[in-house]
């Protein structure tokens, strides 16, 4: 029970709420969400570094080749979208799987609970009325 309780205070929460979606979509999901920050982590870096070069962009801007600059920058880009992508893909796709299996032995650890907390419970005897002659005093038994 109490490895029952820890599990559920610590990780069920997010094992439980991960168990809503199909590993797929939650991957999908996970995937999107790691796109959408390296695009903007990316462009932050770019700024950042417009940022720190801008006297020398300022002074060399009618010099510069802005055609290979943009493809070096976009293939950076896209080499970095592929690497975190898969990433991605295969670390939430783990998460996904190692989190099933502990809620499966989450699951087997509470149907073990129920029944005994079921094999505890008194049984219909002599000590209780039945259902059938619960009306009827000269007939319980004690």
Do not use: C, H
Request: positive net charge.
């Amino acid at each position: 029970m109490t490895k029952l309780a820890l599990y559920e205070k610590k990780q069920g929460k997010r094992d439980i709420l991960l168990s809503r979606y199909y590993r797929g979509d939650y991957v999908r999901m996970e995937l999107l969400k790691t796109l959408v920050s390296v695009t903007l982590g990316s462009f932050l870096l770019v700024l950042a570094v417009i940022i720190y070069k801008a006297e020398y962009l300022i002074a060399e801007a009618t010099r510069l080749d802005y055609i290979s600059i943009g493809k070096t920058l976009l293939g950076m880009y896209i080499i970095i979208m592929v690497v975190f992508g898969i990433l991605s893909v295969v670390g939430y796709t783990v998460k996904y799987n190692l989190s099933r299996k502990k809620l499966a032995r989450y699951f087997r650890l509470l149907k073990r609970l129920r029944k005994m907390s079921n094999d505890e419970r008194p049984q219909e005897n002599e000590f209780f009325v039945s259902e059938e002659n619960a009306g009827e005093e000269d007939t319980i038994q004690w």
